[in-house]
C-alpha cells in the first residue's frame, strides 16, 4: 500500500533548518482573503444598517422619501469601497496601528454624511421638537455606523484568522 501524500498547498510546513519546529506562520494570502471578507461583510452590514438609519432621518423630518435598491446598493458599495483597503492592511500587518487606516476611513465618511444631514435638515422647514429629536437621533446613528468601521472590521478579521488556526 502506498503512503498517502498531501497536495503541496494541504501539506504540513516543513520544519526550519535552524530549529527543526514547523513554521506556522499563515501564508499572505490567507490573511488576504480573511481581509476582503471581513471588509465586504463590514460594508455591507454597516452600509445597510446605515441607509435604514438614512431613512429614518428623513421621515422623521418630514421630507418625501422613496426606497430603491440602487441606491441602497450605492450606499453599501461606498461603504465596502472605504473599509477594503484597511481591511486588507489590518489584517496582512501585524504591527503597531493596524486599524489606523479604518479610523482615517470612518472619519473619512463623516465628511460627506454631514453635507447630506446639513442639506437634508436644512431644507426641513418647521419641524416639531419630535421630528427634530428623530432626524437627529438617525443622524447620530449614521454617525455611529461610520464611526464603528474600525471596530466592526477588526472583529471580522480577529474572527476570521481565529477559525482559521491563526
Request: proline content about 5%.
Amino acid at each position: 500500500m502506498s503512503p498517502v501524500t498531501l497536495a503541496p498547498d494541504t501539506a504540513a510546513p516543513a520544519p526550519t533548518a535552524a530549529t527543526g519546529e514547523r513554521d506556522v506562520r499563515p501564508r499572505w494570502w490567507t490573511r488576504l482573503a480573511v481581509g476582503m471578507a471581513a471588509g465586504v461583510g463590514a460594508g455591507l452590514v454597516l452600509g445597510g444598517i446605515a441607509r435604514l438609519l438614512m431613512r429614518a432621518a428623513a421621515l422623521a423630518a418630514g421630507a418625501e422619501t422613496h426606497f430603491s435598491w440602487l441606491g441602497t446598493l450605492m450606499i453599501s458599495v461606498a461603504f465596502t469601497m472605504l473599509v477594503m483597503p484597511g481591511a486588507v492592511l489590518a489584517a496582512l500587518w501585524l504591527g503597531r496601528g493596524r486599524s489606523l487606516l479604518l479610523v482615517l476611513g470612518g472619519l473619512a465618511f463623516c465628511v460627506p454624511v454631514t453635507g447630506t444631514a446639513m442639506t437634508d435638515l436644512g431644507s426641513a422647514g418647521d419641524l416639531t421638537t419630535l421630528q427634530w429629536a428623530g432626524a437627529l437621533a438617525a443622524t447620530g446613528g449614521i454617525y455611529l455606523c461610520a464611526l464603528a468601521i474600525p471596530v466592526v472590521t477588526m472583529r471580522l478579521i480577529r474572527l476570521g484568522l481565529r477559525r482559521r488556526g491563526i
